[in-house]
């Protein structure tokens, strides 16, 4: 049978900020990519995710970002390699004492918003992002947009990786993701984007914003669970992929 993960970004409140539904998704998900503390979450709400996710028998995998506590993370900053390599070492391994805390294993690691667009064009970055990941554990799947640098990247240093696709996005027609606020960036339609999903998964194809129709590989599909409508959306988009034949499994059972 044809599998497919269903990951979440979570851990994005801060403080007196709550954002998303964490508990309300967590069900609906196989994979949660967790907020580290430097585009969303603090200590606090990172120990809670954590815990909540093992509770659910969810996946846990880092979500590390830009320190842009503002812009949250979707602000592209000008950091070098070594920079980089750095940040994501230290967000990893925050995370990561919450995972032992909990006695389970660290699945993933996901980057957030901007350092995720950039680098999944930049080869420099992609490769600083690896450095990042293999110097903490080489046994961490890396988790990114289908076709990109950060992928291939991770394949030039050894590490195991899986291909993101997004349900609500639009694609480009190399590949990459329609930039936010650009026309065609957000799938409004909810049975489209059902639709789309599950072409990607079962066909490997998706239609690009200008028509063309694009190669992409499947792995892991990326649902939001930022307010109830999103939640009965990530619902449809499980029983899309249940209509289709398609189980629903963690990274961990799909990447060897």
Not at 37 to 55: C, E, I, Q, W, Y
Not at 134 to 149: F, H, N, P
């Amino acid at each position: 049978m044809l599998k497919i993960d269903l990951n979440c970004d979570l851990g994005e409140s801060f403080g007196a900020y709550s954002i998303g539904m964490d508990g309300e998704v967590l069900p609906l998900i196989s994979s949660a990519n967790v907020a580290c503390g430097f585009h969303a979450s603090d200590p606090v709400v990172m120990a809670r995710t954590v815990a909540l996710a093992k509770n659910a028998g969810v996946a846990v995998g880092a979500h590390p970002g830009y320190p842009d506590l503002q812009g949250f993370g979707r602000r592209n900053l000008k950091v070098s390699p070594e920079e980089l390599t750095a940040m994501v070492q230290y967000q990893i391994g925050a995370l990561r004492a919450f995972c032992d805390a909990n006695g389970i294993v660290m699945q993933h690691v996901k980057p957030h918003g901007a350092m995720y667009n950039m680098a999944g064009k930049d080869a420099a970055l992609a490769e600083a992002i690896c450095k990042g990941v293999a110097a903490v554990d080489r046994g961490l799947i890396l988790l990114g947009l289908s076709g990109s640098m950060l992928l291939r990247a991770a394949e030039d240093c050894g590490l195991r990786w899986a291909s993101e696709v997004f349900a609500d996005r639009g694609y480009q027609a190399d590949g990459s993701l329609v930039p936010r606020g650009m026309p065609g960036d957000i799938i409004h339609d909810e049975d489209a984007a059902v639709a789309r999903v599950v072409r990607m998964v079962t066909e490997g194809r998706v239609t690009a914003v200008t028509g063309e129709d694009v190669s992409i590989r499947a792995d892991s599909v990326c649902v939001h669970g930022d307010n109830p409508r999103a939640l009965a959306f990530a619902q449809k988009i499980r029983d899309g992929l249940d209509a289709a034949g398609v189980a629903i499994a963690p990274l961990r059972d799909l990447i060897r």
